[in-house]
């Protein structure tokens, strides 16, 4: 197993964040705005972030590495041995929610931990994934997506991405709903089955796959013309992504109850929700075609 | 210690919500919709909601009284004994989103739990209380729900009131957001600190306190001109309601991971939410005042 080098995770990290708000910069024609912060505790962050675009109504792309003196026993239960020592977390966390409700929503992490035995031994694995929440589902995009995600994978190993997918319908999953959040993509966490070089290499790939997976299908759905039934609709379904957000996503929970910085955890939350007692699209129609069509989990490469 | 009677509790609390409810369509001018709902693991609810009232934007008042079997062990884990035992639970819970931002909106909840351990001993406890989230603070308002709260209480105890406010001011808050969900009310849990009948009838003064507290503040309030940037601050303080009640209010958590009835649950979600990056009210207006002046932890009886 090669050396761990965090160094390098960051400096693919931050430039990644570079290149992604670079090209959502362009799509929109609208500056991102930039915040750096620092943790008291060790680390900090870029957050990069966009309200009321021409094209991204809220959107936010986020680098953060916090580092730590004293590994909590909670966060090493599942790794014998790296309790109370020292430790490093990174990642590039991103959520855009499009303005024109045609065009999906789309979350997109990668993130690397670091941390070794009392012996010396490096302990570190990687994480990350994206997936794709359409209001008005497109069975097109839906492939492209999972397609462009099974191509970044395919070098690692052939299995990888049938894992992948299977572990993010599973992660992202409204149970009180019995509901998925969206039709689904990538998720991996805890991953080092293969050397460092070769398990950096593989998220790499999937963070340089997000602008390829995304920003074709913004592009082709960005100018769709719509109406008040539409934004009241996308308003509705953002409610279901607040709702996963801060009841499911360990991301999400962890950062706002271990003192995280509460307003760039929250880029993730949709600008403008709604919700509404029991409502149901009629049969028939496109909003009901989400429920029957996408949101069921399904084999979009399939076909 | 008298007898528990569960069936008196259910005939008090379904009591409670055609009062209330009858109220509330008083004052709206319109009906509340009415759900019957049963569970199939025993029991069942009432739900009472309404959706673009007058003055309601949106609110229910929900009955429920679930029945189990054998009581899970995570469930009894503060009381020995009970583990396993056949239980019920019941209570009305209410949420109210008015339209006008001049009115706050205010929760209430009284409930109820009865078992027995394996001799037969009955346990038992109540729980409730009512807090107040005001968008632009009133004093007045403040000082009257307190008062009408305190004086609820006062024949039980000269201790209660000051227990259960602070009980209030720590069950709800942000920690996330170091900040109160709003000027608070009272709260309290397993509380079987007196017989059960006296316990009965501290939990019933609080159940028939609430329009007491609540409706003059309403009235008062409900015609008060506003425009557009009151109901967009309303908007966005709503997002701390919505961020407490999915990120720490337990008995919403344990409704949605329990299998509970979501849409009823989700009664207390606003109709209309907005989020926004990093947002502060300018020093010296109304909106600025809610922060400083009514938000802080404060003895509203004090002065």
């Given at each position: ?9 960051k ?9 992604i708000?670079a ?19 060790g ?6 972030l966009?309200?009321e ?28 041995g ?32 670091s941390?070794s035995?009392?012996?010396?031994t ?11 929440t ?19 994978l395919a ?19 409204l149970?009180?709903?019995?509901e ?7 998720f ?6 293969l ?24 592009q ?37 109850q ?13 600008p ?5 007692y ?7 129609t496109?909003?009901a ?15």
């Amino acid at each position: 197993m090669s050396t761990p080098t965090p160094a390098l995770v960051k400096a693919y990290l931050l430039d990644l964040q570079e290149r992604i708000v670079a090209a959502l910069e362009a799509a929109d024609g609208n500056a991102f705005l930039r915040d750096a912060w620092e943790r008291p505790e060790g680390g900090g962050g870029i957050s990069r972030l966009i309200e009321e675009g021409a094209v991204i109504e809220r959107g936010g792309c986020n680098f953060s590495h916090v580092t730590g003196a004293q590994l909590p026993a909670s966060a090493a239960a599942h790794r014998p041995g790296i309790g109370g020592r020292a430790w490093e977390a990174m990642g590039v966390s991103l959520v855009l929610h499009p303005r024109n409700p045609y065009v999906p929503t789309v979350h997109m992490n990668v993130r690397f931990f670091s941390t070794s035995t009392e012996d010396g031994t490096p302990v570190w694995w990687f994480g990350g994934g994206m997936d794709l929440t359409p209001y008005y589902g497109n069975a097109d995009d839906a492939r492209h997506f999972h397609r462009t995600c099974r191509d970044a994978l395919a070098p690692f190993g052939t299995d990888l991405h049938a894992r992948f997918k299977k572990w993010c319908d599973e992660y992202f999953y409204l149970k009180h709903r019995r509901e998925a959040r969206g039709v689904g993509g990538i998720f991996f966490d805890d991953f080092n089955a293969l050397p460092f070089d070769d398990s950096f290499a593989m998220m790499k790939n999937v963070g340089d796959a997000f602008l390829a997976a995304y920003l074709p299908i913004l592009q082709a759905r960005k100018d769709t013309p719509y109406g008040e039934r539409q934004r009241d609709f996308q308003a509705y379904r953002r409610g279901r992504y607040v709702e996963f957000n801060l009841v499911f996503d360990r991301g999400t929970l962890f950062g706002l109850q271990s003192g995280g910085r509460t307003e760039a955890i929250l880029m993730s939350m949709p600008p403008v929700v709604k919700w509404r007692y029991d409502w149901h699209p009629a049969d028939g129609t496109p909003e009901a075609a989400l429920y029957t069509d996408f949101l069921p989990h399904r084999d979009w490469l399939a076909s």
